[in-house]
């Protein structure tokens, strides 16, 4: 049976059970030598050999006291596309439910074994198009245990010799739809790419897949949005603002990447659109990713060479700016420019040289980190207040009242994302963040229990080699899920305990290949030695963060959010900039998140709340 070859052997019970040994290690093999691509280690034969023992085992019995298990379908190895060889050990499709199982040579259960099995299940029946009528049942399997057989939250975790049982009582239940066992294999898988792999396929011409989570946040009705007003401002040879805004994760940057790409490629004699940011790590991630310098530049490098008193012109109509409300102010662009006008000025300016331009401004929320952030949108008022020509503004209605100075406002719906698409199993983190960093933490709690209802982890621990056991443990053979140290560049206790955050270390921090980089690459970030802080994982993602909490943010015994004291700081609010920071932080996972306190007293009441705020402690 060759299908679509996403599998190591695949058949129904009773084919599985006439099966000898050596036929089913050498399917296995050849699989990943021509699929994967990848050499078979000893250790992965010794634990296919395993597996293929202690489920002929188990089968065995599950037909003798359910003859209808012998037309059951059983698939091994079945690797879930566009994950790189991400794949659950074993797929049992009975007449109408799914089981994923993953075995483990263990006598008890390690917490990133039961997550990663939760993780197969989650994504399984997220986005597999033949798994979304049927219930499917996570199973971790101890090798080395007798007479296990218990229910870790979602999670079933037996010996080999209660087995047959559990899939017996879990198929009791009836009235689901009948699966067709070929179809299942065949179905489409469309997981949510990240960032970086969204950009890179959207660049090489490639589809991204039909993500339902996409469809129903808005995105394609956001993208028709902004091609009819650039077509509206072409025609008429107008000058169009055009703000988007959304919460932590909503995918602001992939629909400016989208526009980009759309207005580029439409016409190859010109580039017509660019991505700016003035977030130089998330620029470096995306040239590199994109081994291209064209289509994403860096805002400060643009403005020091179009901006000012300079009358050169770019060869763009369009220009999306990403993090708009985190322009720099004139104050800041005097210090570092020198030049007397704020950024939203100096972009509408270059775009006022045009015959016709648009500039769409994407807004996040609460993430200023940097000095000269804080103004805000009231700063792209005041800049449209000081052109010589109108400018027709289009946003959200939330935002409209902040733009008397346009000659039009047009508010629109599709312009506001709502739904988080980085934390894609957990809408409710950013809501969970923003109580608990206003210290509401029994509004937090309650938010917390969402968040584990949908799979998504957030733990705590006092011991940073715990974490790190975790996440390699938890992500041992998937090749293209990323975790990493994540830290505030203001906590000073850290390098004491291991976390190098300082400025000298992290100024130096290649982040292009930090967060590119196959896992076993030095430069990556699943080497968990160099650290990234807030400047260098705005906008960007990892699958599983460990966040290092520092001393530069802490609860005391009051129970108050406090923030240490900055010598000589010229921010307006340093405590809100602190705040910004560390939901910067709490926001970069996908998977989940793991937070790192070292063991000092001005930190344990912050421990405290955030075991109260409903954050778990990780015990391995």
Known sequence: MDSVNRYGWAGTTQSFLALNQSQFLSSLIKHQNEYLNSNVESSQVKAWENCFLSLSHNLGELTSKLSDALNWFIIFEYVLPRERGRRPDVVILSNQHIFVIEYKDYQIALRPHIDQVSAYSRDIG???????????????????????????????????????????????????????????????????????????????HEPLPNIRRAQSAGIPQTLDSLVEIANRAKTNNQHHLALITGVPGSGKTLVGLQFVYLTQFDNSNQRPAILLSGNGPLVKVLQHALRSNVFVQDVHGFLLEYGGSKQKEPQENIFVYDEAQRAWDANRVRERRGDSISEPEDLLNIGGRKPWSLMVGLIGQGQEIHLGEEGGLSQWNDAIAKMNIPWIVHCPETISHLFNAGSEVHSSKHLNLTLTLRSHLAQDLQTWVMHLLNNEIDKAYQQSENIFQSNFQMYLTRDLNVAKDYVQQRYKDDMDKRFGLLASSRARCLPNFGVHNEYQYTKNLRVGPWYNDQPQSPDSCCQLREVATEFACQGLELDFPIVCWGDDLYWNQARQLVSIRQARSRANDPHLLRVNSYRVLLTRGRDGFLIYLPKLPILDNTYEVLLEAGAKKLEI
């Open 126 to 204: 997220h986005y597999h198009g033949g798994s979304r009528r049927n219930p499917i049942h996570p199973i971790l399997v101890l090798n080395q245990a007798q007479s296990v057989n218990y229910k870790d939250d979602r999670i079933f975790v037996v010996s080999p010799d209660s087995l047959a049982n559990l899939l017996i009582t879990l198929n009791e239940e009836k009235g689901y739809q009948a699966i067709d066992p070929l179809s299942w294999i065949e179905a489409d898988y469309e997981p949510l790419p990240s960032l970086v792999q969204a950009a890179r396929d959207i660049f090489n």
